[in-house]
C-alpha cells in the first residue's frame, strides 16, 4: 500500500485519479519541514523522515508559488508567507510589477527503502542533513542503514505556467485566487478541470506512469 503523507485528503483523492483503485492511502504524519530554497530537498527529507515512520511505501509533496520578477518569491516559502503575509498582500506586492509571470511547482518524492533503476528523473541521496530522519542518538541518524548511504529517494517534478492576477473565484484554496491560467484562475475552474492542468497532477501523471511497473 503507497501511503500519501498529507494532511489534506483533497491531496488523496486527487492522487487517487492517476493511481490503480485502492493502491494509495492517507497518512496524517507530521515530519519536519526543513528550510530550503527549492521544493527537492524539503519533499525528499520529508519521504525519508516519513518511510522511516510508516515502514511501507510513502509519497511526499512539496510545493509552492514562483512569481518571476520577484527572485521566485514565495516559493519554498509559500506556505508560510500565505499563513503570514496572506493572500491578498502577496497581490499588493506584485500589482506593481509589469511582468507578472509565475508559476506553480510541485515536486513529489517517492521512498520505499530500495534502489532504484536508472532513468531520466531525479534521485536524491546525496544531501546527508536532509537525509537525517530521526534524532543525533539513533545510530541510523544519517538516514543510512549501513553507516555509507542516505535512502534513495525518487523525485518527481510538474509545473504549470501562468501569471498573478487581482482575486477571482470562489473555489480552490491558497493562491488559487491570484495564480491565472490560460485565461481563468485556478480558484475560478472546478476540481475536474483544475486537477487536469495543476503543477501536482502533472508530477502525479509522471509518477503513476513509473510507479505501475514499481
Request: net charge negative; proline share 6%; glycine share 10%.
Amino acid at each position: 500500500m503507497l501511503r500519501y503523507v498529507t494532511t489534506n485528503a483533497g491531496k488523496v483523492r486527487e492522487a487517487e485519479s492517476y493511481l490503480a483503485d485502492g493502491s494509495v492511502s492517507q497518512l496524517a504524519f507530521d515530519y519536519t519541514e526543513i528550510q530550503a530554497d527549492e521544493l527537492a530537498p524539503i519533499a525528499a527529507r520529508g519521504a525519508r523522515e516519513a518511510y522511516r515512520e510508516a515502514g511501507e511505501p510513502v509519497l511526499v509533496d512539496d510545493a509552492g508559488l514562483f512569481v518571476e520578477a520577484l527572485d521566485g518569491f514565495p516559493g519554498p516559502y509559500s506556505s508560510y508567507v500565505e499563513d503570514t503575509l496572506g493572500v491578498d498582500r502577496v497581490w499588493e506586492i506584485a500589482r506593481s510589477i509589469e511582468d507578472r509571470r509565475a508559476g506553480f511547482r510541485c515536486t513529489l518524492a517517492y521512498c520505499d527503502g530500495e534502489e532504484f533503476a536508472a532513468s531520466p528523473d531525479p534521485i536524491d541521496r546525496g544531501d546527508r542533513v536532509a537525509a537525517a530522519a530521526v534524532g543525533p542518538d539513533d545510530p541510523d541518524a544519517d538516514g543510512t542503514d549501513d553507516g555509507t548511504d542516505p535512502l534513495p529517494v525518487k523525485l518527481f517534478e510538474g509545473y504549470v505556467p501562468g501569471r498573478i492576477v487581482a482575486p477571482r473565484g470562489d473555489g480552490g484554496f491558497g493562491y488559487d485566487p491570484i495564480f491565472e491560467h490560460d485565461g481563468e484562475t485556478f480558484a475560478e475552474m472546478d476540481t475536474d478541470r483544475k486537477n487536469a492542468v495543476s503543477h501536482r497532477g502533472r508530477a502525479l501523471e509522471k509518477f503513476a506512469e513509473w510507479y505501475a511497473d514499481r
